[in-house]
């Protein structure tokens, strides 16, 4: 299975610099997270990878793809699918549509084919809705199946966001901010979720997340990002006590956090 890499990708926006030469790997296998204070450019990345944006200087591959240039569409052939922080779904259709009309777009089959080979279309058209009545399954959406997405809880349309971004069959998910605005249960299960994707489905995963308790509970790696650099990247313990991330999220330099405080200061 492929690696993921961002080799010093810089991405300009007029003046600004929303990334400033980020490096970074994601093992294949892995669940990786992308962390940093409001505005630091966790979203710039991950619409750099997935075609979204294209890096100013700087390249991003993919095992033997070359994702600098690429479309998103392109990407998601190449096996990246993502789940957006705001949610890319039909509300009035149902989970089971929602899912089923994802999987159409990405595997695209022209009208000549299905008209000409329609025994092969109508095949290919049972193995998508096995394939999506296996991910409604996974997800745990089966008492919602034919349910309005627009008609669900919050938690319930996320976890569907989820599950269409694993129609696509992906090797590597990248999934932004999934656990904003759940309630603490919501987040145990996508907790569950991700960890099952990765250990059962074998596909790896990149994480954008706020909740600094869940990111180093479930991943393998974690990097920090900063007004657009990198400012740390390593294990959840050897990030989680690094100044420089202290710094970042507290806005005081760890040595001075370290300093008892002075009696009536
Ligand atoms: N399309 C754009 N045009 C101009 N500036 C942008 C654009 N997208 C992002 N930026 C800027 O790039 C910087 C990084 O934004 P980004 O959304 O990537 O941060 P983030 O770490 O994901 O923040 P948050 O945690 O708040 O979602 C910000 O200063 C933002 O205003």
Not at 133 to 161: A, C, N, W
Not at 202 to 226: A, F, N, P, Q, W
């Amino acid at each position: 299975m492929p690696q993921l890499h961002v080799e010093n990708v810089t991405l300009t926006f007029g003046g600004l610099n929303a990334l400033t030469d980020v490096s970074l790997t994601v093992p294949e296998g892995e669940i990786v997270s992308i962390i940093g204070p409001n505005g630091a450019g966790k979203t710039s990345l991950l619409n750099c990878i997935s075609g979204f944006y294209h890096p100013t200087r700087g390249r991003i591959t993919f095992g033997e793809h070359d994702l600098s240039r690429a479309a998103p569409n392109v990407v998601t052939g190449y096996g990246i699918a993502r789940a957006f922080q705001n949610l890319e779904l039909f509300r009035g259709l149902s989970v089971v549509e929602n899912l089923l009309l994802a999987r159409h777009t990405h595997l695209r089959y022209s009208l000549l084919d299905s008209l000409v080979f329609y025994g092969r279309a109508s095949r290919r058209e049972a193995e998508n809705r096995a394939y999506v009545e296996r991910i409604v399954d996974f997800m745990e959406l089966e008492p919602h199946r034919t349910h309005p997405v627009g008609t669900l809880s919050y938690g319930i349309q996320k976890r569907v966001e989820v599950a269409r971004a694993l129609t696509l069959a992906p090797r590597l998910l990248l999934l932004d901010e999934p656990m904003a605005g759940m309630n603490v249960e919501e987040k145990e299960d996508m907790v569950r979720f991700i960890l099952d994707i990765q250990r059962e489905q074998g596909i790896t995963v990149v994480l954008i997340e706020h909740d600094l308790g869940v990111v180093m509970d479930i991943s393998d790696r974690v990097y920090v990002l900063d007004f657009g650099q990198r400012i740390a990247g390593g294990t959840p313990a050897e990030v989680g006590c690094d100044p420089r991330v202290i710094e970042a999220y507290t806005g005081v330099a760890a040595a001075e956090a370290a300093q008892p405080q002075a009696v009536g200061a």
